[in-house]
């Protein structure tokens, strides 16, 4: 693991984000910058880093600033291989057009339907670690962490058993894309594998519009508020974007928690002793060990002020969630996992207009899983001392982590 004496000789202007030793431990550097330039324009990225607190609230909220943007410059239309055409998901609208999407999602996305899933994350939580009970050990990457949100939210949105495998593929280099330190061939291995789940989702669709069924792409279609629907290109945005999330994110956050409890001995002690504690123990892992490490980029519509720097119209700004979410301003001890911890107001979900809406499934699906495994497998531990971290500056994750029990 990198040492802070690693992070003295690099600056924000020429550090390589892929470098294994950022890669594996970034978050000295992250206290660095949130100390010394807390907004900072990163020229290899082409963006502005917010990484203290503060003013990354101050990003969310700032109307100044937008999701969009087409809004401030100019963007070729965009387009799958197939016919249907691109638009953005609700994620990158802002209001009203955000709202109206937001409003017939949160009609058949509720958590009542998440609270009702609950006996299911369960079955299939059992049933992963009945797979590897005999064998003494695993890799909760692909044996646990990966499989579980996959089948859960494939079976909540209809989708094929045997296809599972695919979807997860294609959202794993998806998420590249959107990486800017990232080669241009595998950032182009991305947009080829968003056209092709795109394509996979435009059947389904099409599929459900004539023979619709139980599930969440049948509800999304028949959704309707004041005469207004979903158009065909809207359902594809925001399926993926369910995708995306529902497998990526909380798949790391499945893996990364269970490193975080392993490597803190005291603290997987004291959630084994009091499994009441589960909930604050996730919201803390959650800040501890934040999935998406970077994103939730907004666009300055206009010239602004912001941490004594000064934002041109156009720029794009950034915020560092690995940064924000330990900031000592906020969080004492910031870089101490405690499962105690009482006023936790991380940001892993965002806030306010574009507050993340599948949270309450992950928290759900993070709760089931830690618990689950934690009661079903009691002598767990490391099988190796370190995981293997994925060269990925926005999203923290592991391509393997192998445990005993």
């Not at 409003?103 to 609950?118: A, E, H, I, P, Y």
């Not at 206009?302 to 000064?310: A, F, M, R, Y």
């Not at 991380?346 to 507050?355: D, I, K, P």
Request: some cysteine.
């Amino acid at each position: 693991m990198a040492s802070a004496v690693t992070y003295k000789e690099w600056s924000a202007d020429s550090f390589d984000a892929l470098d294994p030793a950022f890669v594996a431990d970034p978050y000295p550097f992250y206290a660095r910058l949130r100390a010394e330039a807390p907004v900072h324009f990163v020229a290899s990225a082409g963006e502005w880093w917010i990484t203290k607190y503060c003013y990354a609230k101050l990003v969310l909220a700032d109307k100044r600033l937008t999701t969009q943007r087409e809004k401030v410059m100019a963007v070729p239309p965009r387009h799958t291989s197939g016919s249907c055409p691109w638009t953005p998901n609700m994620m990158e609208q802002d209001p009203p057009a955000h709202d109206r999407v937001r409003s017939l999602v949160g009609k058949v996305f509720t958590r009542g339907v998440v609270q009702r899933l609950r006996p299911r994350i369960e079955q299939v939580a059992h049933g992963l670690v009945d797979r590897v009970e005999g064998d003494g050990r695993m890799d909760v990457v692909a044996d646990y962490a990966y499989p579980l949100p996959t089948y859960v939210l494939c079976e909540l949105m209809g989708l094929p058993a045997l296809e599972r495998e695919q979807l997860r593929a294609w959202t794993t280099r998806i998420h590249l894309k959107f990486d800017q330190a990232q080669p241009p061939a595998v950032r182009q291995q991305g947009e080829a594998a968003d056209d092709a789940a795109r394509e996979y989702l435009s059947r389904w669709i099409s599929e459900r519009q004539v023979r619709p069924r139980a599930d969440l792409i049948s509800a999304l279609i028949s959704a309707e508020d004041h005469g207004e629907r979903l158009a065909f290109p809207e359902l594809l945005s925001n399926l993926l974007l369910f995708l995306q999330a529902g497998f990526e994110t909380t798949a790391r956050m499945i893996s990364a928690g269970v490193y975080a409890l392993l490597s803190h001995p005291d603290q997987l002690m004291l959630l084994r002793g009091h499994p009441e504690l589960t909930q604050t123990a996730v919201e803390e892992l959650l800040r501890y060990a934040s999935p998406g490490q970077r994103g939730m980029e907004r666009w300055a519509l206009e010239d602004l002020e912001l941490g004594g720097k000064l934002i041109r119209k156009g720029d794009r700004l950034s915020i560092v969630l690995g940064a924000a979410n330990r900031d000592p301003e906020v969080f004492p001890e910031p870089d101490r996992l405690d499962l105690t911890r009482k006023h936790n107001p991380h940001l892993v979900f965002a806030r306010g207009t574009h507050a993340c809406m599948g949270a309450f499934l992950a928290i759900t699906e993070l709760e089931i899983a830690f618990s689950v495994l934690l009661r079903r497998l009691p002598r767990l531990g490391l099988a190796t001392p370190q995981p293997t971290w994925e060269p990925n500056t926005k999203l923290r994750g592991m391509t393997a982590l192998h445990v005993r029990f």
